[in-house]
């Protein structure tokens, strides 16, 4: 394969390079075992922030089911640990091979994350997936914001913006068409659509070319 030009990446973590969905099936197990019914489990899921949006948090989540359910707090925060050190089990097939091929020709990897920020960086730190990157964001903002306000925006010809979440791809093409400018040429939104993806099935506003994995993705950006 011919080495890629210089680009910059912004490159998805959940259902883009992590199987999320198997992740979260195997750690409710971890809940369910240490005698959490399904309904607690739910009720306890999301914790809200100052700006009323709801996020997950382990730790927060822990605490709640301890204060109102007197579940073994300490025990449970003992096998959450030891479950997510093994994150780097549900990284897809093709995630680490992607990432090795494109960081070939020197291109600028940017993981950009959207979520809570401590279970964000534990998953990814417990990938081991950071060492492929040049920078990782974990944020609570639109992606496109994030992208456009970045240090290297300008540096680059070509910006590769590899998504699943239908929000974050429709809001990300709708900035880009109202703001009208060269931004849209540039800056290429490439989205994923795993089978086993969460939002796989849900249909976005704008047409995308849709990717199966990363390996059809690698064809596309190099």
């Keep these: ?3 890629c030009e210089q680009k910059l990446f912004f490159i998805d973590f959940d259902d883009t390079l992590f199987y999320t969905k198997e992740f979260k099936d195997d750690l409710i197990k ?3 075992n240490n005698g959490i019914s399904e ?3 739910k009720d306890s899921y999301y914790c809200v922030d100052t700006e009323t949006r709801p996020k997950y948090s382990p730790y927060t989540q822990i605490k709640k089911l301890e204060d109102e359910f007197g579940v073994d707090g300490k025990k449970l925060k003992y096998e959450f640990d030891d479950f997510i050190k093994n994150a ?10 992607f ?3 494109i960081r070939k020709s020197s291109n600028y990897l940017v993981l ?8 964000q960086k534990m998953k990814i730190d417990n990938t081991d997936i950071g060492k492929s990157f040049d920078q990782i964001i974990v944020t609570d903002e639109k992606k496109l914001n994030v992208i456009l306000g970045h240090k290297k925006i300008n540096s680059f010809e070509n910006v590769f913006f590899i998504e699943d979440h239908p929000e974050q791809l429709d809001g990300a093409m709708k900035k880009l068409k109202d703001q009208e400018s060269k931004l849209l040429e540039k800056i290429k939104i490439i989205k994923i659509s795993r089978r086993e993806g969460r939002y796989s099935k849900i249909k976005t506003k704008f047409n995308f070319e849709k990717f199966n994995n990363l390996r059809e993705v690698l064809k596309k950006v190099c």
């Design 1 to 3: 394969m011919n080495k």
């Design 30 to 32: 971890v809940f369910f």
């Design 39 to 41: 309904k607690q489990f």
């Design 88 to 97: 780097k089990n549900y990284l897809f097939d093709d995630s680490v091979g």
């Design 99 to 101: 990432l090795k091929e």
């Design 112 to 119: 950009l994350s959207y979520g809570e920020c401590l279970f």
